[in-house]
């Protein structure tokens, strides 16, 4: 089955920098790849997706990259705030069934 | 539009009993997932419902969890007995289609479940 490898673990940034995450999977037919946001006590919200005909779709400040040969994506945030201090989890769709990474913990200081 | 609801919020119960969830999805949205979220980790897929069939279950541990979405709208999720082990947040999420790689995921509140 499909495997997601996330990374780093835990980002430190200070307001105004640019963050970058990266995720690899394994399931070469993943065809759909999105981006939760969840904030401490709260539910994971999708801030952006991906699929596999796309390299690049980018949202204001947030903007998420796929390289389908290397099988690797990344979710890069520029102009950080504090407000974007929560978990990240990428995730990767296969068969009707997502699988998701094991988080990125982004900490904004101001 | 209104989102995923679910309830209770919390939970506490002791090793052993049994304990239930109920998670009202998205309306006219086809697809439901129930994921477990222990604590930093991501969401595990334990079940999926097409309307009220299973379309997955392969991790669901089903000596003592069970589910069902009879009429194809609500759904319940019942650990019994619950281990230690079970403590964790429990995600429903729904999705408008059937599942298919186009169909965006929208998550509930979640339930945290302590077990002691």
């Known amino acids: 089955g499909e495997n997601v490898e996330q990374h780093p673990s835990t980002l430190s940034v200070q307001e105004g920098d640019s963050a970058v995450i990266k995720c690899t999977y394994s399931d070469s037919a993943s065809n759909y790849f999105p981006w939760y946001k969840q904030e401490l006590g709260k539910r994971p919200q999708l801030i952006i997706d991906?699929?596999?005909?796309?390299g690049e779709k980018k949202d204001q400040r947030i903007a998420v990259t796929l390289n389908k040969t290397a099988k690797h994506f990344s979710l890069h945030i520029t102009e950080t705030q504090p407000e974007d201090s929560a978990v990240y989890f990428c995730?990767?769709?296969?068969?009707?069934?997502?699988?998701f990474g094991t988080g990125t913990r982004l900490l904004v200081s101001p | 539009e209104a989102g995923v609801a679910q309830s209770p919020r919390y939970k506490i119960i002791e090793k052993r009993q049994s304990v239930a969830f109920w998670c009202n999805p998205i309306s006219g949205h086809a697809t439901l997932y129930w994921y477990q979220q222990i604590l930093g980790q991501g969401p595990k897929l334990l079940i999926q419902f097409q309307n009220n069939g299973v379309v997955d279950d392969s991790q669901l541990p089903k000596d003592r969890f069970s589910a069902e979405r009879l009429k194809g709208v609500d759904s319940t999720l019942k650990i019994q007995p619950a281990k230690l082990e079970d403590s964790a947040v429990y995600l429903c999420a729904s999705a408008q289609g059937a599942g298919g790689s186009t169909d965006t995921q929208y998550f509930g509140p979640g339930t945290r479940l302590t077990v002691l």
């Open positions: 995730a990767a769709k296969s068969f009707q069934k997502l699988v």
């Open positions: 991906i699929r596999s005909n796309v």
